[in-house]
C-alpha cells in the first residue's frame, strides 16, 4: 500500500530521534508531539513546494458618478462611488500533496515514538497486529491526513506564500448586493443524472458579477420597503424568502431604477458555471458529504430552518451558499431539456405559453442529491414558497470589461470533478 510504503521509508529517517521525542510534554493528535508536528510540517514543505496558479486576475475600477433624476422639475442627484481594486486570487495546486506527505510522516513519528516507549520500559519490540488490518491502516491514515490538513491549512500557521489572497466584495452602495467578479470561461454544462440536464455540452461565460450572498431581508426591505418572508424573525442577514419570479423581477427593475445600474438574475449558464468550477479532493461519497456539510445548509444540518448568508464555506469564486439555505431564481424559462440551448450563456426565453422559471441551489429543507450543482428546479413563475430567494448578477460595465484579463478558467467536464459543493455529477 502506498502508505505504508511511505511510513517504512521515512521510519528509517526518524528512528534516531526517537528518544528526543520523549522530552515535550505537549501532545497533539495521534499522540504525536508539537515539536516532531512541527518537523513534519516543515519536511513537508521542503518536500512539496508551492505551485500557486492564478484562479481571478487582478482587477482595478475607477471612481464613477451615479447620476439620477429628482422628483422636483430639473432636479439631478449624484453619487460619487469610490473605485476598487480586486487583487489577483491565487490557489496552491499542491496542497493536497503536501498534506499527504505530512500525514504520512505523523505516522512515521508516531511509530517511531511507540517504539521509543517499548524500548524505554524493556519490551521487546515488534509489530502491533492490531493496527496491520486494512480497516486499522485506513482509519489511522485518515486520522492523520485529518490532523496534516488541520496543520497546514490553520490560518495562522500557514506561511505567507502559501495564503490565497483574499478578493474583497464590489459594493455600489449601502443596501446594494456585495458582488464578486466571475472571470469569463467555459465548461461542460449539464450531467448524465437526468434527462433534464441533457445533453451535457460546452458553454462560454462572458465575465459578470454575482452576488456574494444570497439577497437578505435587510437589503429587500431597503429596496421594497417591506419584507414577504415567512422567517423575519431570522434577522437582516437571512436570506430574503417566500418569494416569486415575478416579485424577483419587481426588485431588480426597483434596485436600477435606485442605481442606474443593471442589475440583473443570472442566466442558468451562469450559474451553473459559477458554482460548479469546484474544489478538488477526493470524489468519495464521504467526501463529497463532509465538503457539503462544510458548505451548504441542507436538511441534514440545518435543523429545519433558513439560516444567515455567509456563515458557511466560500466556493472558489467567494460564493456563499451557493448548495442551499434557499433556492434561487433565475432568469431562464424552463425547458425539458439541453436540446436547442446555446452556449453563449444567455438566458433562455419562453415559448408563445406561459413558461415555469428555473430555481437553482436547492434550500435548507431537500436532500443531498437535490443540491447537485447540475440540478434544475422549475415553478410557475407566481410561486412563492417558505425556501425561494434570489441572488442578483451585475453585468459589467465597458470600463470594468477593459480591466477584465486572461486567461479563462475552465470548469472541470461534468462527471469527471466534483463541483464548489464537491458533489460529483
Known amino acids: 500500500m502506498k502508505q505504508l510504503s511511505m511510513v517504512t521509508a521515512l521510519l528509517a529517517l526518524l528512528l534516531t530521534s526517537a528518544c528526543s521525542s ?14 516532531e508536528i512541527e518537523a513534519c510540517k516543515a519536511y513537508s514543505l521542503d518536500m512539496v513546494k508551492p505551485n500557486m496558479r492564478v484562479i481571478t486576475p487582478a482587477l482595478t475600477m475607477p471612481d464613477r458618478t451615479v447620476c439620477t433624476t429628482g422628483t422636483s422639475q430639473g432636479s439631478t442627484y449624484c453619487t460619487q462611488i469610490p473605485g476598487i481594486r ?3 486570487v491565487e490557489e496552491d495546486i499542491n496542497t493536497d500533496a503536501r498534506i499527504q506527505v505530512l500525514a504520512e510522516c505523523l505516522l512515521a513519528k508516531q511509530e517511531t ?32 491526513e485529518a490532523l496534516a490538513r488541520q496543520v497546514l491549512t490553520a490560518k ?36 448524465n443524472s437526468h434527462p433534464a440536464e441533457q445533453p451535457v455540452r460546452a458553454v462560454s461565460v462572458p465575465s459578470f458579477l454575482l452576488g456574494k450572498y444570497e439577497v437578505t431581508q435587510g437589503e429587500w426591505k431597503a429596496v421594497m420597503g417591506s419584507n414577504p418572508s415567512a ?37 442558468e449558464a451562469e450559474w451553473e458555471y459559477a458554482a460548479q468550477l469546484g474544489s478538488n479532493g477526493p470524489s468519495t461519497p464521504e467526501a463529497a458529504l463532509e465538503r457539503l456539510h462544510r458548505s451548504a445548509w441542507f436538511s441534514s444540518n440545518s435543523q429545519g430552518q433558513v439560516h444567515p448568508v455567509g456563515l458557511k464555506a466560500p466556493n472558489r469564486f467567494g460564493l456563499h451558499d451557493m448548495q442551499g439555505n434557499v433556492w434561487e431564481w433565475v432568469e431562464d424559462a424552463f425547458h425539458e431539456s439541453y436540446q436547442g440551448a446555446g452556449n453563449d450563456g444567455r438566458a433562455r426565453p419562453g415559448g408563445s405559453e406561459p413558461s415555469k422559471r428555473v430555481l437553482r441551489g436547492g434550500s435548507w429543507f431537500n436532500e443531498q442529491k437535490l443540491l447537485r450543482p447540475q440540478h434544475r428546479n422549475a415553478e410557475v413563475p407566481e410561486a412563492s414558497y417558505v425556501f425561494f430567494g434570489l441572488r442578483l448578477a451585475r453585468d459589467l460595465s465597458a470600463g470594468e470589461l477593459a ?15 466534483p463541483g464548489a459543493s464537491g458533489l460529483a455529477p
Open 113 to 144: 515514538a511507540r517504539i521509543a516507549r517499548l524500548a524505554a520500559l524493556g519490551e521487546s519490540i515488534k509489530a502491533d497486529k492490531s493496527q496491520s488490518t486494512p480497516q486499522a491502516v485506513t482509519a489511522r491514515f485518515a486520522e492523520a
Open 86 to 88: 480586486y487583487p489577483a
Open 403 to 417: 480591466q477584465t484579463a486572461e486567461p479563462k478558467a475552465v470548469a472541470g467536464e461534468s462527471g469527471a470533478a
Open 22 to 35: 520523549l522530552k515535550s510534554t505537549s501532545k497533539h493528535g495521534l499522540g504525536v508531539e508539537s515539536e
Open 156 to 191: 495562522s500557521d500557514a506561511p505567507a506564500h502559501l495564503r490565497a489572497k483574499s478578493m474583497p466584495a464590489r459594493k455600489d452602495c449601502d443596501y446594494c448586493p456585495a458582488l464578486m467578479l466571475i472571470p469569463a470561461g467555459s465548461f461542460k454544462m449539464g450531467s
Open 231 to 267: 422567517n423575519t424573525a431570522c434577522g437582516d442577514h437571512c436570506p430574503v424568502e417566500r418569494i416569486s419570479w415575478y416579485e424577483a423581477k419587481t426588485f431588480v427593475q426597483r434596485l436600477n431604477e435606485k442605481t442606474g445600474l443593471h442589475y440583473r438574475l443570472p442566466s
